[in-house]
T-cell receptor, first 114, second 115 residues
Framework: AQTVTQSQPEMSVQEAETVTLSCTYD???????LFWYKQPPSRQMILVIRQEAYKQQNATENRFSVNFQKAAKSFSLKISDSQLGDTAMYFC???????????FGTGTRLKVLA | DGGITQSPKYLFRKEGQNVTLSCEQN?????MYWYRQDPGQGLRLIYYSQIVNDFQKGDIAEGYSVSREKKESFPLTVTSAQKNPTAFYLCASSMGLLLKNTEAFFGQGTRLTVV
């Protein structure tokens, strides 16, 4: 069975500071993909960043980057220069080619403080 | 503009009634998904479909039913057998089998309340 665990229900960070959200996962498959989604108060799910498991290089998208540790099955999200608009729920997700479905963690509620 | 449309945004249902949530996409995606979101529980998969006329149960399918008669549409029916249907429901789609590394695209959700 595939699982995704986010152990930080809530976090806060000062504006312009850096914060890291944790995610661990479990799968027996070798071919899989990992995602971070953002859900602002509007509740619209927005893709933040994706990582292919076969790529060793960590993905980056502007202020967002990941630390992908395949052996440890860890996939953390780092947000640099935090902005008020980053306030949202963040979900880690796993997609495996064998099941063709997306499994989500329970989310981390991030609040950026002015 | 391409996207996923869920309707209605808010839905009220009396106990014992079935209700159908609509999900339509014009992204030409093969795969479609239904998730339920409850506070503290993240997104849980109800049903998913990789191709037309085929669908599979997710982790919490009991009390729900779906159909996939058209590529663009994947309606979800919440039946009276669902014991606690009040929740936020999200529909998603992706390229599916053709492009495995694509992300899922989401609709804006439907908030269902049983009164």
């Amino acid at each position: 069975a595939q699982t995704v665990t986010q152990s930080q229900p809530e976090m806060s960070v000062q504006e312009a500071e850096t914060v890291t959200l944790s995610c661990t996962y479990d799968t027996s498959e070798n071919n899989y993909y990992l995602f971070w989604y953002k859900q602002p108060p509007s509740r619209q799910m927005i893709l933040v960043i994706r990582q292919e498991a076969y790529k060793q290089q960590n993905a980056t998208e502007n202020r967002f980057s990941v630390n992908f540790q395949k052996a440890a099955k860890s996939f953390s999200l780092k947000i640099s220069d935090s902005q008020l608009g980053d306030t949202a729920m963040y979900f880690c997700a796993l997609f495996t080619s064998g099941t063709y479905k997306y499994i989500f963690g329970t989310g981390t509620r991030l609040k950026v403080l002015a | 503009d391409g996207g996923i449309t869920q309707s209605p945004k808010y839905l009220f249902r009396k106990e014992g009634q079935n209700v159908t949530l609509s999900c339509e996409q014009n992204l030409n995606h093969d795969a479609m998904y239904w998730y339920r979101q409850d506070p503290g529980q993240g997104l849980r998969l109800i049903y998913y479909s990789q191709i037309v006329n085929d669908f599979q149960k997710g982790d919490i399918a009991e009390g729900y039913s779906v159909s996939r008669e058209k590529k663009e549409s994947f309606p979800l029916t919440v039946t009276s057998a669902q014991k606690n249907p009040t929740a936020f429901y999200l529909c998603a789609s992706s390229m599916g089998l053709l492009l495995k590394n694509t992300e899922a695209f989401f609709g804006q959700g439907t908030r269902l309340t049983v009164v």
